[in-house]
């Protein structure tokens, strides 16, 4: 079955420390992923996607995600996390219908 | 830069009633998707819409939800009969598709918080 896997449901990180968020899928074909972010009272915004290539994409804001097809794993990093960095992040696989993580939601501590 | 819009942002209604949720998608997409996320669960596919007709729905997508584009710019939800368990985040999503690749990035709307009481 397709699915995917956010194994952490909150984190906490400080102001300018390096940043990374676990995601794990399980999909039968080639892989299309999305990591997505939500602000409070706000839609999903696209971070970043990778389909094919290079396997580290670099997204807006800072952020970037390494596909490991061994692994089967899509994790965001940022090198340095700032405090507007703050809401949920969702992973997500798929080609038309997305099938979503559970969401990340990123604490950052001044 | 465009955006998908929803409303409205806040729908209360009484258990039993019809709601319609509505969508304006980005004007050149050609995709439309409807997703929802009950409090504290995952965001969860609901139905897929191309051409003036469903492409996919979920098991979710049972009698009581259909959708429509009644315009050129509108694409709609309705829940005929609402139940408690309904009561959720709405987000409608569109997307291009060039050549019928369905790897388009979806848009996603800020979405229509559902509460049925």
């Known amino acids: 079955a397709q699915s995917v896997t956010q194994p952490d449901i909150h984190i906490t990180v400080s102001e300018g420390a390096s940043l990374e968020l676990r995601c794990n899928y399980s999909y039968g074909a080639t892989p299309y992923l999305f990591w997505y972010v939500q602000s409070p009272g706000q839609g999903l915004q696209l971070l970043l996607k990778?389909?094919?290539?290079?396997?580290l994409v670099q997204g807006i804001k800072g952020f970037e995600a390494e596909f490991k097809r061994s692994q089967s794993s899509f994790n965001l990093r940022k090198p340095s996390v700032h405090w507007s960095d703050a809401a949920e992040y969702f992973c997500a696989v798929g080609g038309g219908k997305l099938i979503f993580g559970q969401g990340t939601e990123l604490s950052v501590k001044p | 830069e465009p955006e998908v819009t929803q409303t409205p942002s806040h729908q209360v209604t009484q258990m039993g009633q019809e709601v319609i949720l509505r969508c304006v998608p980005i004007s050149n997409h050609l995709y439309f998707y409807w997703y929802r996320q009950i409090l504290g669960q995952k965001v969860e596919f609901l139905v897929s819409f191309y051409n003036n007709e469903i492409s996919e729905k979920s098991e979710i997508f049972d009698d009581q939800f259909s959708v429509e584009r009644p315009d050129g710019s509108n694409f709609t939800l309705k829940i005929r009969s609402t139940k408690l368990e309904d009561s959720a985040m709405y987000f409608c999503a569109s997307s291009w598709h060039q050549d019928g690749i369905l790897t388009d990035t979806q848009y996603f709307g800020p979405g229509t918080r559902l509460t049925v009481l």
């Open positions: 990778y389909f094919s290539g290079d396997t």
